[in-house]
């Protein structure tokens, strides 16, 4: 559910086919994603799921994004 939604928002934000996002997907080395696009990821995911992602320099992989929801989420 939260790596759908992650994957989602990935797709949507750098144009490109959900399909080739997966877990291990490297926001800037697969994705080309610059600092920018990365925060904009970042911004539309706290609001997605109502959160603050408080250390975004730690997001690297689509991984890393579905890690923080998850311990965000679990801090409620």
């Given amino acids: 559910m939260i790596f759908e939604k992650v ?3 990935t797709a949507h934000q750098l144009n490109v086919d959900e399909k080739t996002i997966k877990m291990d997907t490297a926001f800037e080395e697969d994705l080309k994603a610059d600092s920018l ?3 904009q ?3 539309e995911i706290e609001d997605e799921f109502n959160i603050q992602i408080e250390v975004a320099d730690d997001i690297k992989t689509v991984e890393d994004a ?3 929801v998850e311990n965000r989420i679990s801090e409620k």
Avoid: S
């Fill in 41 to 43: 990821i970042i911004m």
């Fill in 7 to 9: 994957k989602r928002i």
């Fill in 37 to 39: 696009e990365l925060f």
């Fill in 66 to 68: 579905v890690k923080a």
